[in-house]
Nanobody, 135 residues
Framework: EVQLVESGGGLAQVGGSLRLSCAAS????????IGWFRQAPRKEREGIAC????????DYADSVKGRFTILSDYRNNTIFLQMNSLKPEDTGVYYCAASVHLHVMGLRGPVSRASLWAEGNYDYWGQGIQVTVSS
Protein backbone atom coordinates (compact mmCIF):
# COMPACT_ATOMS: atom_id res chain seq x y z
CA GLU A 1 0.00 0.00 0.00
CA VAL A 2 1.31 3.41 -0.95
CA GLN A 3 1.12 6.20 1.57
CA LEU A 4 2.25 9.80 1.52
CA VAL A 5 2.14 11.41 4.94
CA GLU A 6 2.55 15.15 5.42
CA SER A 7 3.74 16.75 8.63
CA GLY A 8 5.06 20.08 9.85
CA GLY A 9 2.02 22.24 9.33
CA GLY A 10 0.37 24.47 11.87
CA LEU A 11 0.25 28.12 12.79
CA ALA A 12 2.87 30.61 11.68
CA GLN A 13 3.31 34.34 11.93
CA VAL A 14 3.41 36.62 8.90
CA GLY A 15 7.01 36.74 7.73
CA GLY A 16 7.81 33.47 9.46
CA SER A 17 8.80 30.08 8.15
CA LEU A 18 7.55 26.53 8.16
CA ARG A 19 8.92 23.33 6.68
CA LEU A 20 6.46 20.73 5.52
CA SER A 21 7.56 17.12 5.20
CA CYS A 22 6.12 14.38 3.02
CA ALA A 23 7.25 10.86 3.85
CA ALA A 24 6.50 8.05 1.42
CA SER A 25 6.02 4.35 1.97
CA UNK A 26 5.39 1.82 -0.75
CA UNK A 27 7.12 3.89 -3.44
CA UNK A 28 10.52 5.44 -3.92
CA UNK A 29 10.58 9.16 -4.62
CA UNK A 30 13.56 8.57 -6.92
CA UNK A 31 11.10 7.10 -9.43
CA UNK A 32 8.49 9.84 -9.17
CA UNK A 33 8.02 13.49 -9.93
CA ILE A 34 6.94 15.39 -6.84
CA GLY A 35 4.35 18.10 -6.49
CA TRP A 36 3.04 20.31 -3.73
CA PHE A 37 -0.48 21.67 -4.03
CA ARG A 38 -2.56 23.81 -1.74
CA GLN A 39 -6.20 24.66 -1.31
CA ALA A 40 -6.94 28.04 0.20
CA PRO A 41 -10.29 28.66 1.89
CA ARG A 42 -13.10 28.93 -0.68
CA LYS A 43 -10.70 28.35 -3.56
CA GLU A 44 -9.79 25.47 -5.81
CA ARG A 45 -6.68 23.46 -5.21
CA GLU A 46 -3.66 24.77 -7.10
CA GLY A 47 -0.16 23.55 -7.82
CA ILE A 48 2.53 25.60 -6.13
CA ALA A 49 5.78 23.65 -6.47
CA CYS A 50 6.98 20.61 -8.34
CA UNK A 51 10.20 18.80 -9.05
CA UNK A 52 10.94 16.40 -11.88
CA UNK A 53 14.27 14.80 -11.10
CA UNK A 54 14.34 12.92 -14.41
CA UNK A 55 14.64 16.15 -16.41
CA UNK A 56 16.27 18.17 -13.64
CA UNK A 57 13.50 20.75 -13.49
CA UNK A 58 11.82 22.49 -10.59
CA ASP A 59 8.98 24.92 -11.00
CA TYR A 60 7.04 27.19 -8.71
CA ALA A 61 3.84 29.12 -8.94
CA ASP A 62 4.40 32.85 -9.24
CA SER A 63 2.71 33.36 -5.88
CA VAL A 64 5.44 31.43 -4.04
CA LYS A 65 8.47 31.87 -6.27
CA GLY A 66 11.47 33.09 -4.30
CA ARG A 67 9.86 32.16 -0.98
CA PHE A 68 9.20 28.40 -1.19
CA THR A 69 11.69 25.68 -2.02
CA ILE A 70 11.30 21.96 -2.68
CA LEU A 71 13.96 19.87 -0.97
CA SER A 72 14.51 16.16 -1.34
CA ASP A 73 16.01 13.58 0.99
CA TYR A 74 15.98 10.48 -1.17
CA ARG A 75 17.89 8.41 1.39
CA ASN A 76 14.99 8.80 3.80
CA ASN A 77 12.38 8.89 1.03
CA THR A 78 11.12 12.25 2.19
CA ILE A 79 10.50 15.53 0.44
CA PHE A 80 10.11 18.92 2.01
CA LEU A 81 8.54 22.23 1.22
CA GLN A 82 10.51 25.01 2.87
CA MET A 83 8.24 28.03 3.20
CA ASN A 84 9.76 31.40 4.07
CA SER A 85 8.38 34.93 4.28
CA LEU A 86 4.92 33.57 4.86
CA LYS A 87 1.89 35.67 4.01
CA PRO A 88 -1.74 35.39 5.13
CA GLU A 89 -2.65 34.25 1.61
CA ASP A 90 -0.45 31.18 2.11
CA THR A 91 -3.08 29.85 4.49
CA GLY A 92 -4.62 26.63 3.29
CA VAL A 93 -4.42 22.87 3.21
CA TYR A 94 -1.21 21.62 1.65
CA TYR A 95 -0.90 18.32 -0.20
CA CYS A 96 2.11 16.45 -1.52
CA ALA A 97 1.69 14.25 -4.57
CA ALA A 98 3.77 11.85 -6.62
CA SER A 99 3.63 11.11 -10.33
CA VAL A 100 5.32 8.28 -12.19
CA HIS A 101 3.83 9.62 -15.44
CA LEU A 102 5.64 12.95 -15.17
CA HIS A 103 8.84 11.16 -14.18
CA VAL A 104 8.68 9.07 -17.35
CA MET A 105 7.86 12.17 -19.42
CA GLY A 106 10.92 13.85 -17.96
CA LEU A 107 13.13 11.01 -19.16
CA ARG A 108 12.10 11.91 -22.71
CA GLY A 109 12.57 15.65 -22.43
CA PRO A 110 11.39 18.78 -20.63
CA VAL A 111 7.93 18.55 -19.12
CA SER A 112 5.53 21.38 -19.88
CA ARG A 113 4.26 23.60 -17.10
CA ALA A 114 0.70 22.65 -17.97
CA SER A 115 1.54 19.02 -17.40
CA LEU A 116 3.28 19.74 -14.10
CA TRP A 117 0.22 21.44 -12.64
CA ALA A 118 -2.37 18.95 -13.95
CA GLU A 119 -3.66 17.07 -10.94
CA GLY A 120 -4.70 14.16 -13.11
CA ASN A 121 -1.04 13.42 -13.79
CA TYR A 122 -0.40 12.58 -10.13
CA ASP A 123 -0.84 9.01 -8.96
CA TYR A 124 -0.62 9.35 -5.19
CA TRP A 125 -1.65 12.06 -2.77
CA GLY A 126 -1.11 12.79 0.88
CA GLN A 127 -4.01 13.45 3.18
CA GLY A 128 -3.30 17.17 3.40
CA ILE A 129 -2.09 19.32 6.24
CA GLN A 130 -3.33 22.69 7.45
CA VAL A 131 -1.11 25.76 7.38
CA THR A 132 -2.44 28.97 8.90
CA VAL A 133 -0.54 32.23 8.63
CA SER A 134 -1.67 34.85 11.07
CA SER A 135 -0.69 38.43 11.73
Amino acid sequence: EVQLVESGGGLAQVGGSLRLSCAASGISFTDYAIGWFRQAPRKEREGIACSVSSDGSTDYADSVKGRFTILSDYRNNTIFLQMNSLKPEDTGVYYCAASVHLHVMGLRGPVSRASLWAEGNYDYWGQGIQVTVSS
